[in-house]
């Protein structure tokens, strides 16, 4: 029995269909970019939610996460300012964050020892010891999420990654 051919086609996903009917509908137009940035608009839409169910089993949300793994990779207290530059949190939901983080015993706000004005967020115990269980099932979460991939894969779309968002402005 002969073993059937190898197909070097890429298999075809929904941005390929969407690509191939405006090449039918619009031969004129270069739609090309819709291949990247349609697809990696999906696959943000897919990453997020599978990341809320991992953070969901430790009672948080995406932003919750990154303000407590924030102040746990910093290793000391950070101001309100300080922590949403460093964390994905937008200015208007750090204090609504914080309360809640606070009100459930995972933070405490102390007083600036620098700015008699200004407070100073840290980790509390049960806090420290909640984000370090959360983010080892994150990352279990994302290694398992890019297991398809080899690890020089995973390289080359980084280093892309980063240089797409570098030519767009985002810069630490």
Do not use: C, K, Y
């Amino acid at each position: 029995m002969a073993a059937e051919p190898i197909s070097l086609t890429p298999v075809s996903d929904h941005v390929d269909r969407v690509l191939e009917q405006w090449a039918r509908e619009r031969p004129d137009l270069d739609v090309s970019p819709m291949g990247v940035i349609g697809r990696v608009s999906r696959l943000a839409r897919v990453l997020d939610a599978e990341l809320r169910v991992a953070f969901a089993g430790f009672d948080l949300d995406r932003g919750s996460f990154d303000v407590l793994a924030t102040l746990r990779r910093n290793g000391s207290p950070l101001t309100p300012t300080a922590l949403m530059r460093s964390a994905m949190v937008t200015s208007g939901a750090i204090t609504q964050r914080l309360d809640r983080l606070e009100g459930r015993g995972l933070i405490a706000r102390t007083p600036s020892a620098s700015d008699g004005r200004g407070v100073e967020v840290s980790l509390t115990e049960e806090g420290a010891e909640l984000i370090d269980r959360a983010v080892e099932a994150h990352v279990a979460n994302e290694h398992r999420i890019l297991a398809g991939l080899t690890p020089e894969r995973r390289a080359e779309l980084a280093g892309g990654l980063r240089e797409l968002l570098e030519t767009l402005g985002d810069r630490p």
